[in-house]
């Protein structure tokens, strides 16, 4: 049997030492653990941060695309894991 799938999702990273205390006990028990944090927040800092969203202008293009590579690939991961294509 293929591992448990465990994301862990602290957009603010409000808890980063309890983030990965969790983590790594969940791993240790075996299971396949990501935690997300910092996508979270930069989107987040970008979307409801007033003081730097006044003049925040888009990502540039190399980031908006690392970004897409990366929840691709995760996609990609996830399939594989559960069996399918």
Known sequence: MSPVRVQLVDPSAFTPPYDHALA?????A????ELVTKEMSRC????HDESGAI???APE???VEADIARLDDWIKDLR???GRR
């Not at 075996?30 to 653990?33: I, P």
């Open 24 to 28: 790594a006990a969940l791993a240790r």
């Open 30 to 33: 075996g299971a396949d653990v």
């Open 44 to 47: 987040s800092d970008f979307l």
């Open 55 to 57: 003049h925040a202008g």
């Open 61 to 63: 293009p190399d980031v």
């Open 80 to 82: 594989k894991n559960r």
